[in-house]
């Protein structure tokens, strides 16, 4: 898989567990010290993520990040 075919299937996945919580982008970048933006270009898969950065974001909405990975896998 390429890389922005994997972004792209990873920010598909984390914008649809964040909404299955009732979350904002604007939640999830207040809990990760970032901006709106930001959160919206990693789900849009316009930019990749740092691991540290992924595993941030699966704990401010609350998901195992071994979930994620199995399914974009």
């Given at each position: 898989?390429?890389?922005k075919e994997f972004d792209e299937k990873l920010g598909k996945l984390?914008?649809?567990r964040r909404e299955a919580v009732h979350m904002t982008q604007q939640d999830?970048?207040?809990k990760l010290g970032?901006?709106?933006v930001a959160v919206h270009s990693w789900e849009s898969g316009k930019?990749?993520?740092y691991a540290f950065t992924f595993i941030s974001y699966c704990k401010a909405v609350g998901i195992?990040?071994?979930e994620i990975i199995n399914e974009v896998i």
């Amino acid at each position: 898989m390429a890389n922005k075919e994997f972004d792209e299937k990873l920010g598909k996945l984390l914008r649809s567990r964040r909404e299955a919580v009732h979350m904002t982008q604007q939640d999830v970048a207040d809990k990760l010290g970032v901006t709106r933006v930001a959160v919206h270009s990693w789900e849009s898969g316009k930019r990749g993520m740092y691991a540290f950065t992924f595993i941030s974001y699966c704990k401010a909405v609350g998901i195992p990040p071994h979930e994620i990975i199995n399914e974009v896998i």
